[in-house]
């Protein structure tokens, strides 16, 4: 079904031809991410920055009827590369959530290994008119798995070295893995966010929460047909809605792994640390 109300949030994660194997299932092609930029233009729909989105959230200045917004996770180094570029091409805002310690030079990757954008990397682009940079965390863990001393200061540390690196405020954040609770959510309006992006696999609309905003996450295999289903407000669902038993319950699950394991490396053991299963 259609929705009037629905506003697209699109996450990317990389754009490439040749992605190392963890991270293909959520990776789309240089060309063919053109071609979707190309869609979402042709789809009649607004493209909207998050300052503008942000507002609308919070009561302020009306949106554009059949808004779009674009989102980047995790700070790849062929976002730089290819994506950035055919976003300027075609006058395209977007937000880059960045993960600070997987940014170049880095003592300890916490990801994967992939090509990572460096310090000085990100601060080149970091003016191109049009993008918004967003804090993803400092080392990518579920935060509403860790103990809340470490939860926090993987939110206030990541937005800090974002600001002092970048020398701007920094005002949106955007979960790990999209997990997230009540005590999240506060501690990242605690510590001064104006939104926070989850993905819940969901259009997102002006009615939905400012700090679990919903985003639809553009795998390898999403292609056409899907992508023009939510540009046309079809396609999945409208937040906000309450979350179902299956999210509360893989919640617990994991919360209850968590103490068991005693918070080891997040990445350990795990086959697919992107997908798991986001919400
Ligand atoms: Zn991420």
């Known amino acids: 079904m259609r929705s009037e109300t629905a506003v697209p949030v699109l996450l990317y994660h990389s754009v490439r031809d040749d992605p190392p194997p963890w991270i293909a299932p959520f990776t789309v092609g240089p060309a063919e991410f053109g071609r979707h930029l190309d869609r979402v233009l042709a789809s009649g729909r607004v493209p909207v920055d998050l300052d503008r989105f942000t507002e609308a959230l919070h009561g302020g200045r009306d949106l554009p009827r059949h808004s779009v917004l674009i989102t980047f996770d995790d700070g790849y180094a062929d976002f730089a590369r290819y994506a950035l570029p055919q976003l300027v091409e075609r006058d395209l805002p977007a937000t880059l959530y960045v993960t600070t310690d997987a940014l170049w030079p880095t003592r300890r990757p916490p990801l994967p290994p992939a090509a990572m954008l460096t310090w000085d990397g ?59 609770n009540a005590a999240v959510r506060e501690a990242v309006r605690h510590a001064g966010f104006r939104t926070a992006m989850a993905v819940r696999d969901a259009h997102s609309s ?21 992508l023009d289903a939510w540009l046309a407000g079809a396609g999945a669902r409208v937040a906000p809605f309450r979350d179902g038993l ?34």
């Open 122 to 180: 990100l601060r080149r682009i970091a003016d191109t008119p049009g993008l918004t940079i967003g804090a993803h965390g400092c080392t990518h863990r579920e935060l509403d798995t860790l103990p809340i001393e470490l939860m926090h200061r993987e939110i206030t540390d990541s937005r800090e070295r974002l600001e002092t690196e970048l020398e701007r405020p920094v005002t949106s954040f955007a979960y790990p893995f999209g997990y997230n």
């Open 206 to 226: 002006r009615e939905d929460d400012p700090w679990r905003i919903s985003r639809l996450l553009v795998r390898a295999d999403t292609g056409a047909t899907r």
């Open 246 to 279: 299956p999210t509360l319950g893989w919640r617990i699950w994991r919360r209850t792994r968590a103490r068991r394991r005693g918070h080891p490396d997040p990445w350990a053991g795990r086959r697919d640390p992107v997908a798991g299963r986001i919400r």
